[in-house]
């Protein structure tokens, strides 16, 4: 946030790296989400963040995923499955091609690059999107997850490994409603 405060935009790598030398995928060390990218505004999808939430809404409905972590990222929305376990990238990219598949095949419209690139950037809660001159902030729907893999059955891939599952003592909320979007839903 120091870098926002100086009027930089600021981004959060989605996956770990194997070292600083670069952020390109063949340096992913492993990731501990799922993500989508859902763009709204002018020329956009949807007109504006709660019609993208909605979207999303039906998607998960209909393909029987749990909410994700809802980002609004000033003009749109980022989601995140935050995972019990992290994932190599071998496990990873089958999985996240999946839920790319189901987004197609259920309507919900996404930019695609963002949902299959273990290198992706976006943007953090409590920086700014100064995008087309705006200002506005990037906030946080209520936390959810991390989820095990058996909850996200829809985008699970025969013939790739499940991890074992965690039982720890954490009882994260399945139902909450980010608070920028509770009434759109």
């Not at 930089?8 to 060390?29: D, G, I, M, P, W």
């Amino acid at each position: 946030t120091t870098q926002d405060a100086l009027g930089f935009t600021s981004y959060h790598a989605c996956a770990a790296f194997k070292n600083s030398e670069n952020r390109k995928q063949n340096n992913v060390l492993c990731a501990q989400a799922f993500w989508l990218d859902i763009d709204a505004g002018e020329g956009k999808p949807y007109a504006d963040a709660a019609d993208a939430y909605r979207a999303l809404l039906r998607f998960c409905n209909a393909t029987g995923l749990p909410l994700p972590l809802c980002v609004s990222s000033g003009l749109g929305l980022h989601t995140y499955w935050p995972l019990v376990e992290a994932l190599d990238p071998a496990e990873w990219q089958p999985r996240a091609e999946r839920l790319h598949q189901l987004c197609e095949q259920h309507g919900l419209l996404i930019d695609p690059a963002r949902t299959r690139d273990l290198s992706s950037i976006l943007r953090t809660p409590g920086t700014h999107n100064r995008k087309h001159g705006g200002f506005a902030l990037v906030t946080c729907g209520d936390l959810v997850g991390p989820f095990e893999l058996d909850e996200l059955g829809a985008i699970n891939v025969q013939g790739v490994r499940v991890p074992p599952v965690w039982r720890g003592s954490i009882q994260p909320s399945r139902t909450s409603v980010p608070r920028d979007f509770a009434a759109a839903a």
